[in-house]
Structures are given as structure tokens and as C-alpha cells.
């Protein structure tokens, strides 16, 4: 498959719905949600709206109910090292600007640090540290031999130019080059970084690391198909989804072919989740991002509306379907609704109001506390994010592969691999559901959190 150019890889994440003033009203019903010991003891922020409280919160949950012991409870609540950089850049009227850079290095049990650089102006430790903890969860689910990682740079990447961004990021690299590497911590891209992005970072690492060092470019992955990338790379985190879907619907009594759906957000996850769903006979209806939301009852063509976005930066103003406003979105009736957006987005408020019977949580930890509370009591099934969206990093883990071993796969070996480890982490889900009797969010950190338990029996704790 080729891949979409590098530059229009990243698209504008839909901006949060909630302002966060209005997630503090609501900040009481998951005040009730988030209580539990360890947070005393490890000092955890108090804030029941803090995304990493939140995070952890569910897997303590999962941890309680198969007894899992206290000294992997407190060493999974916490990242092993939090690495931030401030460094300085050029900028093109001949300014320096002093930017901030993270590396949060969560769990290395089941295999090297593995996660996305988010390029945001809004990335903070916190949040960081809850995507690395999810990224360690995700990949102990889905069966591949790493642990969790996540970075990012405080930047809104679409208010620079190409070469600043090129500095940036090549400064970025370099500051943090030496806690990377092949064998030790391999980044990737997430919302606003791109394959270009990816390929500095290589390019950058490969004449910082060792002289001689093999396959440098094996750092980072979601590179160009020109760069030792991956075909099947680009799209993904979306096919993961639709593999999901297509395993966890049957039993939902949806039928694929004919059912409808919407998605929030429509930058890479939301794009391809979108056209591979329409290839597979669904429908889409309504969609939101950063720019507003459309609707079409009788369907709007994911292809053309992809094409769109890539040269108008967001959904407004495509043809073919016509314009409603928050409320309208949600309340669209769907089966499927597919958040593939940013986190904390499905609050209380979203969840009161959305018409759907699923939901396919694209994005990381797109759901709060307090709204899965309020979608469980409607009887809204919840496909949880480490499940549904390890699609990417399950394809970043082939395209290592690939580097490592000098081969390039063909895209239906990648398609068919993927598949396979979808189909193996959904059973291991479904597993966790009947032996637990818990919902599908529990049992997906149950079956992640029983690879880790098995691993830590077997190598002990140092010293
Ligand atoms: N950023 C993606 C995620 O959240 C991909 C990570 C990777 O490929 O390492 O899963």
C-alpha cells in the first residue's frame, strides 16, 4: 500500500469538547470512582480529573480483582524514569526559542520501552506518563516483546515551518539520543507527528549513536516506506480497530456489513478506521473534529471526505454532507461510535448523550472514569484503547522486525500478522470477561497484567 506523503501523515486531533471547566463540574462523579490506597502511598495528585490517576485507577481496579501482589502494584503504578529536556532552537526571523521535551520510560519487563512522541502545545508529565502506562499495558495485551514508553515536545507542529519543525525535532533528538536506542527504547510517531518526523529522528540518532552501531534507523519506527518504514504502518492503529470490531461485534449482535457508525476525530486513526470500515460494508454518518461536525444519513464517502481533510485540515466544508453542532453529533444514532480523537473527551455529559451500542475507543484513554460509569449504565458495550487501538504499535513491532532482520514483509504478510495477534489479545479479552465476570476495560487489563505477573515471576527483582 503506498503511503499517504509524509507531511499530511499528522492531522489536527479534534479539540476537546469538554472545556475543562466543565470536566471539573463533573470532576465529583469520578472523585467517587478514583479512590484506593496506593494513591496515599505513592502520592498520587489529589485532582480526581487527573488523567494518570484515572489511568492507573483502571488498572487497580483489574489488580484488586485478580489479586495481583502489592510490589507490582506500586511498581506498575509508577514509570521506572521521567525524562524531560529544555532546549534551544532557532527559529526562522533569527530568535532562539527554549523548548520542553518528554521521555517517560514506564516498564521494560516484557522487552525494550516502546511509544509515540506526541507533538502537541498542550503535553504535560502527567499526561505522558499515563500514555506510557497505557503503551506498557497495550503491548503486554497484544503479545509483542516490549514495554511501555511515551514522549512528546510541547509544539503546535502546524504553527511552524518545515525547517523549524526539522530543527526541532532534530534538537529534541539529540537531547535525549543517548536514553534511546534499538535495543533499549524505540519511539514512534502520535497526534501531530508524522513519518517525516520519524525520519529526522533516525537520521538525527544515526550520527549521534555509535560509530558502526547496526541498523540505527531500527530507533524509531512509523518511518517512510523509503526509510526502512513499513508498508501497512500508516494505517495501522485503524485496521487494528476494524480487526477489533470485526472479532468483538458478532457477539454484540451487529453485523459489520450495513451497520452505521460515526468517529470523533480524523486524523490518521480516524481516517483509516473509517475507510477500512466503509471497505468492509459499514456505514459512515456523522463525523467531528477540530474544525466542526457533518452529518449524512445516507453515508458519507470516507475516501473523499479523507482527501478532503488532507488539503483543507479538518472536516468543515466538505461537500458532501452538511454541517451540525456538538450536541447533534453525539446524539447521531449509530451502532458503532469510534472516539479516535484525544483523551478524557467522553465525559459524563458525552456519555449521558451519545446514541450508540458501542463503542470503539480509537484513541488513548478517550473515556473518563465517570463516563464509562454512565455508557455501563446505559448498556453501552466499551471496547477498551488497549485493545482497539494496539494496532500501530503491533505493525511498529513488525517494521523493528523488518529493520533488524534486513527484509522488507509484503503488506498482506503485515495485514495477516496483525490480524492474528488482534484475533489472540480480543480472546484473551473475551477469556478475562467469563472467568472475572467484569467489563471488557477490567479483562483487558487483566490479561495484559497476567503476562506481566508471569514475567516478573520468572526474572525476580533486583538484586
Ligand atoms: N502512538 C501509537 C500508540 O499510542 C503507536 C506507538 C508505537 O507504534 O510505538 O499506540
Given amino acids: 500500500m503506498p503511503s499517504a506523503p509524509a507531511a499530511k501523515n499528522a492531522k489536527k486531533p479534534a479539540s476537546k469538547p469538554a472545556s475543562k471547566g466543565t470536566q471539573h463540574a463533573h ?108 503503551m506498557t499495558m497495550k503491548c503486554s495485551l497484544v503479545g509483542v516483546p516490549y514495554g511501555g514508553g511515551k514522549g512528546g515536545i510541547k509544539v503546535d507542529p502546524y504553527k511552524h515551518s518545515k525547517g523549524e519543525m526539522e530543527r526541532i525535532v532534530r534538537r529534541f533528538t539529540a537531547a535525549i539520543a543517548h536514553q534511546i536506542g534499538p535495543d533499549y527504547d524505540i519511539p514512534a510517531p502520535d497526534v501531530g507527528s508524522n513519518s517525516q518526523h520519524m525520519a529526522w529522528i533516525a537520521d538525527t540518532y544515526s550520527f549521534l549513536s555509535e560509530v558502526g552501531g547496526r541498523q540505527p534507523e531500527a530507533v524509531i519506527t512509523g518511518k517512510p516506506i523509503e526509510y526502512g518504514g513499513s508498508v501497512g504502518r500508516e494505517k495501522a492503529t485503524g485496521q487494528g480497530v476494524v480487526d477489533t470490531l470485526t472479532e468483538m461485534l458478532p457477539e454484540i449482535g451487529i453485523d459489520i456489513k450495513g451497520c452505521k457508525f460515526s468517529v470523533l476525530g480524523f486524523g490518521n486513526v480516524g481516517s483509516w478506521t473509517a475507510r477500512i470500515l466503509q471497505d468492509r460494508g459499514a456505514k459512515l454518518i456523522a463525523v467531528m473534529d477540530h474544525t466542526g461536525g457533518i452529518l449524512n444519513d ?38 458503532v461510535f469510534v472516539p479516535a480523537a484525544l483523551e478524557q473527551m467522553i465525559t459524563e455529559v458525552e456519555a449521558k448523550i451519545v446514541n450508540c451500542k458501542v463503542v470503539a475507543e480509537g484513541a488513548n484513554a478517550p473515556t473518563t472514569p465517570a463516563g464509562e460509569r454512565v455508557l ?88
Fill in 376 to 463: 455501563e449504565s446505559r448498556g453501552i458495550e466499551v471496547l477498551p484503547a488497549i485493545l482497539c487501538n494496539a494496532g500501530g504499535v503491533t505493525v511498529s513491532y513488525f517494521e523493528w522486525v523488518q529493520n533488524k532482520t534486513c527484509h522488507q514483509w509484503e503488506l498482506d504478510r503485515v495485514d495477516s500478522e496483525l490480524n492474528k495477534h488482534m484475533i489472540l489479545a480480543a480472546k484473551k479479552v473475551r477469556d478475562a470477561r467469563k472467568k472475572y465476570k467484569c467489563g471488557l476495560r477490567t479483562a483487558a487489563y487483566i490479561a495484559a497484567l497476567e503476562r506481566l505477573q508471569a514475567a516478573y515471576a520468572i526474572r525476580g527483582l533486583f538484586p
Fill in 27 to 134: 470532576g465529583g462523579g469520578n472523585g467517587e470512582l478514583l479512590k484506593h490506597p496506593l494513591f496515599d502511598e505513592l502520592g498520587f495528585p489529589s485532582d480526581p480529573n487527573n488523567l494518570y490517576r484515572q489511568t492507573v485507577s483502571s488498572m487497580l481496579t483489574a489488580a484488586d480483582m485478580m489479586n495481583l501482589p502489592h510490589h507490582l502494584k506500586i511498581i506498575l503504578a509508577q514509570p521506572k524514569n521521567e525524562i524531560m529536556v529544555n532546549f534551544p532552537v532557532k527559529m526562522d526571523d533569527g530568535e532562539y526559542r527554549l523548548f520542553k521535551g518528554y521521555r517517560v520510560q514506564h516498564n521494560n519487563a516484557l522487552g525494550p520501552y516502546k511509544g509515540g512522541l506526541r507533538f502537541h502545545h498542550d503535553v504535560h508529565l502527567d499526561d505522558v506518563k499515563s500514555l506510557a502506562f497505557l
Fill in 298 to 335: 445516507g453515508g458519507i464517502d470516507a475516501h473523499s471526505l479523507a482527501a478532503h481533510v488532507s488539503k483543507a485540515g479538518g472536516v468543515a466544508n466538505f461537500k458532501g454532507a452538511g454541517r451540525i453542532d456538538k450536541e447533534e453529533f453525539y446524539e447521531t444514532k449509530v451502532d
